[in-house]
Structure formats: structure tokens, C-alpha cells
């Protein structure tokens, strides 16, 4: 199966490829959609949904969308579906935010929690949602991975995103838990 993938994370978009390697994993770059969608919803589904049903209905392929973020508990799940923008900054602008925030916090759990959406042209609609706990260190540690993964130590591999392979991740990771979950409803619609 030809899947378009609606990122223009190429970090998300090897997680995915690398995941769902029976199918042919292709950006949305990549067959001429270049908009922006923009994420109005008010979860992480609801802009997976937008993202997806946008590329899919421009390009009449199948189409995957992930909406993802961190949510920690001491700041109400903050910065939830705000995690890619949340100081309006780059990444590193972003992790130094929160650990501001957190400054003087005991209380530092946390999860990252991915939703995909797989929208088919005619017209049918799949979700997962995959999540990961752990908690937010005060300071980065590691030099893999992207966005908060030198921040959050998972509570599976007792190091953080950015310490581990990119395979221990992928196999306890939110998203990770999320592309598990869509694998069998990809094998589903294969064998149909």
C-alpha cells in the first residue's frame, strides 16, 4: 500500500517508514501537496484529522497524519497540542521554556502522546493513539532524536528518548505505540 505521509518532519516521516515497512511511505511533499494546514483543532486527534483528510483529498491517496506532544502533569498538560510552538521559538527555544517552567518543581511526570489518522479516497477513517510515560529531567541528556527527547526520561527504558537507539525508542514510544496499533489495521485492509 502507497501511503502519503502529511509532515514535514522528516524525523516522523524515517519513525514511520521505518515502522510501516510493507508499505511505500512517501511525503506529502512528495506528490505536489506543499499547503499548510493549519491546526485549529483543540486535540491531538482532531489535528491529525485535519491534516490528513486535507492531503487526501487533494491527492486522492491514502494519507497519514500524526498529531503529537508532551503533556506534563504540573502544568495542567502543557504544552499538549502547542509542543511544536510552544515559546514561539525553535526547538531548543521550546526546551528551554519548559524547564523554566519547571523550575523549583518536584512533580515532573509527563507523557508524550501521539494520535494518526489513515484516511482512505473512499472516504473511510482509522485512528490510534499511542502514549508514553515518563518524567522531565532538569537538564538535556543525549544527542539522538528531536523536539523534548533530551528532556524526557522514560519511565520503560529509565534513560532519556535522546539516550537511547533509535529502535529502543521507536519500541516504547508514543508514536511508536500508535504505528503498532495502525500496523494491524493496515495488515487488515491488505488481506481484504
Not at 483543540?42 to 490528513?52: C, E, P, R
Not at 537511547?164 to 481484504?192: C, F, M, N, W, Y
Amino acid at each position: 500500500m502507497k501511503i502519503v505521509v502529511a509532515t514535514t518532519n522528516q524525523h516522523k516521516l524515517q519513525e514511520i517508514a521505518s515502522y510501516l515497512a510493507d508499505c511505500e511511505i512517501v511525503s506529502a511533499a512528495a506528490v505536489g501537496f506543499t499547503d499548510e494546514v493549519e491546526e485549529t483543532g483543540q486535540t491531538f486527534l482532531d489535528n491529525a484529522f485535519l491534516k490528513a483528510r486535507a492531503v487526501a483529498e487533494t491527492t486522492g491517496l491514502p494519507t497519514l497524519a500524526d498529531d503529537s506532544g508532551l503533556c506534563v502533569d504540573a502544568l495542567h498538560g502543557a504544552p499538549g497540542i502547542y509542543s511544536a510552538r510552544y515559546s514561539g521559538g525553535s526547538m531548543a527555544d521550546n526546551r528551554r521554556l519548559l524547564l523554566k517552567n519547571l523550575r523549583g518543581v518536584t512533580d515532573r511526570r509527563a507523557k508524550f502522546v501521539c494520535a494518526l489518522v489513515l484516511v482512505l479516497p473512499d472516504g473511510r477513517e482509522f485512528t490510534t493513539i499511542g502514549e508514553t510515560h515518563g518524567q522531565i529531567t532538569t537538564q538535556e541528556y543525549g544527542a539522538n532524536g528531536f523536539g523534548y527527547d533530551s528532556l524526557f526520561r522514560s519511565d520503560d527504558l529509565h534513560k532519556t528518548f535522546a539516550e537511547a537507539t533509535p529502535a529502543e525508542k521507536l519500541a516504547v514510544s508514543h508514536r511508536g505505540r500508535a504505528l503498532q496499533k495502525l500496523v494491524a489495521i493496515i495488515a487488515d485492509l491488505t488481506q481484504k
